[in-house]
């Protein structure tokens, strides 16, 4: 357990997990992955449209922390999102219809790549407006706290947002009222081309938790196991009623920061360096290594995830664009709204 | 010899000829320094003026804006970029409750002379947070100016005006009108702010807009023309203080006006216009005055409901057409 003024990077113990666990990672990993390779090449088809922001490089972390969490909680993230919402449980062709802006994308086509929510899966959003879900997500844990559950709220950030002030009147109300919140600081080394160490003389951002004195992690994001690991300690501590927790957990994205940045301020052996520990490969060498897995059976499973995205691309094509009656539909809950409409 | 520059580049120059002329004059936001802009407006910048008058902030608008704010009243003249005006609304409160009001919080022993600039408007399937148009919600706001304009000429001249004004301004760009070109003139020059800009002549009705759909506008004309209607059109290039006078004189002359705004309609520019022609010129107006606006809702990412949402030719030829009692 993390003392609660002293941030601490995790020494792990070896655990060992069963092999549905393993299996159940590398699957979702490599479902995301996949997902993200064909939204990419649908953006160049020009399917996909607007800002689309991937996760590739950052699966360990959506695969990690579900794990570790139940279905009762609560999620909320930012613009690059794809692989938290798939994690989450949004089904690959609804996300894929989404991303064509489709009737019948999991948000209607309203929302395109940043903004896929799910009430079903108490997933609630991708927000575009950098940091602005870090007060959201802790209001969403004051709920659950104002409700008597034992439900916790993951909110999850990047090391850009980590720099709004929003970030610190969170941290101290949550820290105040003992809210049952995991902030996850999803520090992929850059907001945009802007390094951490370009934002601030911390650039430890597992620190930014220690003038509130909460407790306070930097986890390896590269490494399912690892998130999976930290996440429970934080879950545990957060149910137990003894408020909010903080993981900074270390990742990169191998892309730019959205498809139009084509990224030149990192060294191809910085990124290199990233892509030599990737969290899919790793796990798949796994599960040979350790015999979990036949050639034949991780062939199925790679077949199994093509046919998945194949099928979502097949859904997205057939399926037609919203109305344009729709844009006066979800504005209001009213259902008479009187309109300007002249 | 006038040369053909895109708007980044006429931004570009105008910021760079300011910042020689005037040492206190220096630019600080998002990616403005090293990545040259995140829409390449600052490109080079960084190079001729150094990281002491070219700064990268983090992403903390409200406090990047308030830290302009300070030096501005304290002796300096900040350029504030937003990567766009959707992430402006994180600094209204330095905006509207600072810049705008320490002149008169101060009884004028402080003024504020900031320039608050980035793009405002849609500009495709961005869907709902980063689409909105901010022309109306700063023009509402007394002690700021709003200067709004596209064509690359004019926009030079009056970011200049804007960066040796004395008063707080907000200057609204857009992002899909970066690459835009227009001739703009060799030389020093100044466009005045306050001042609309006659676009086309014409006889049958007025159409006055603003950013980029002036170009809209100016698509219009030949399928207007295909319809007989010769139309006036009017670039506000700045909301406030707004140039009544020349809508006046127009609408005098074509006793007719349709405004094409982008922004919502509710208490929209639009809605500001319109009382203004009714109050001055209601002896002049052969029919109400009409307005196109984008949607009375959030801008959603799908294709058809941007286009749905977005003022367009149709629209404004139908406006046209209603104003001038046409069968549609
Ligand atoms: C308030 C606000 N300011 C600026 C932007 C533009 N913007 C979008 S993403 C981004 C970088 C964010 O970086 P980070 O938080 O590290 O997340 P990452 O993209 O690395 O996942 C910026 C500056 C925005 N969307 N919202
Ligand atoms: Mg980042």
Redesign the pocket.
Known sequence: MATATKKKTTTRKKVSYSREQHIEWYTLMLRIRKFEEMALRMYGQQKVRGFC?VYIG?EAIAAGMESAIRKDDAIVT???QHGTAIGRGVPSDKAMAELFGKATGIVKGKGGSMHFFDNTNKYFGGN?????QIPIGTGIAFAEQYRGTDNLCVTM??????R?GALHESFNMAMTWKLPVLYIC???????G?SVKRTSNIIDLAKLGASYEMPSESVDGMDPAAVHEAVTRAATHIRAGKGPYYLEIKTY?YKG??VSDPAKYRTKEEVQQYKDRDPVKIAEMKLLKDKILSEDELKVIKAEVKAEIDQAVQFAEASPYPDPSELYTDNYLQEDYPFIRD | MPRELALRDALNEAMSEEMRRDESVFIMG??VAEYNG?YKVTKGMLDEFGPKRVIDTP?A?LGFAGIGVGAAMNGLRPIVE???W??A??AFDQIVNNAAKTLSQSAGQFSCPIVFRGPSGAAGQLAQ??SQTFESWMANVPGLKVISCIDPADSKGLLKSAIRDNDPICMMESEIMYGHKGLVPDGEYLVPIGKAATRKEGTDVTIVSFNKQVLTCLDAVPELEKEGINAEIIDLRTIRPLDHHAIVASVKKTNRLVVVDESWPFAGVSAEIAYEIQKYAFDHLDAPVTRVNSADTSLPYAPTLVDEYMPNVEKIVRACKEVLYMKA
Not at chain 1, 128 to 132: L, M
């Open positions: 922001h950052q930012a613009y690059r575009g407006i950098v940091g602005a950030f990047g090391d850009g947002a980590a709004q999803e520090n992929n080394g850059y907001a945009m802007t994205r920061h959205s | 998002e990616e995140a992403i608008e937003f990567m766009t959707n992430f609304v994180l947070q980063h």
